[in-house]
């Protein structure tokens, strides 16, 4: 019996989505232009790729990681849609209050501190990966401010 046995198919959705929710909520508190949100979405890829190689095989993390890849190779995408900045925040926070919830009941103290703490870490590595503000590539800050309370706000919601 797997880790992913422990959840429900929608328990573990929320799980995979989780990384890319709050990483839309950090790219929507700066939006900032398309080389940079090119910077940003790769940050994703790498936060993941990272988590995965950290994690145990067969933890949570080690799972819902593989699967993440599995999917990200898969040709069928799903459905997309369009959402405000507001609703895409929204959305991270409700999705990230849930797995708090799912992670207390059904995963290992250890398991899902590991697990939060990385989805905070991705959130980081999204908003450390392009300067917001500045002029032609000047001045500007790593992380700005409305980011790193977008960032506060996921790790409240996890609880962490």
């Not at 939060?116 to 870490?121: A, D, H, P």
């Amino acid at each position: 019996m797997g880790v992913k046995d422990n959840f429900t198919q929608e328990e573990w959705k929320s799980l995979l989505k989780a990384p890319m929710l709050v990483s839309y909520a950090v790219v929507g508190a700066a939006p900032s232009g398309e080389k940079d949100f090119t910077q940003e979405m790769s940050a994703v890829a790498d936060a993941i790729i990272e988590g995965g190689q950290r994690a145990e095989k067969d933890s949570l993390l080690g799972a819902v990681v593989a699967n993440i890849v599995a999917n990200a190779e898969d040709e069928w995408r799903g459905q997309t849609e369009r959402l405000s900045v507001g609703e895409a925040k929204g959305r991270a926070l409700e999705n990230c209050r849930a797995v708090a919830g799912l992670l207390q009941t059904k995963a290992s103290a250890e398991e899902a501190d590991e697990y939060k703490r990385w989805l905070v870490g991705v959130a980081h590595k999204v908003a450390s990966a392009a300067k917001e503000g500045g002029l032609l590539g000047f001045g500007g800050t790593q992380i700005s401010g409305s980011e790193v309370a977008t960032i506060n706000e996921i790790g409240e919601a996890l609880s962490v």
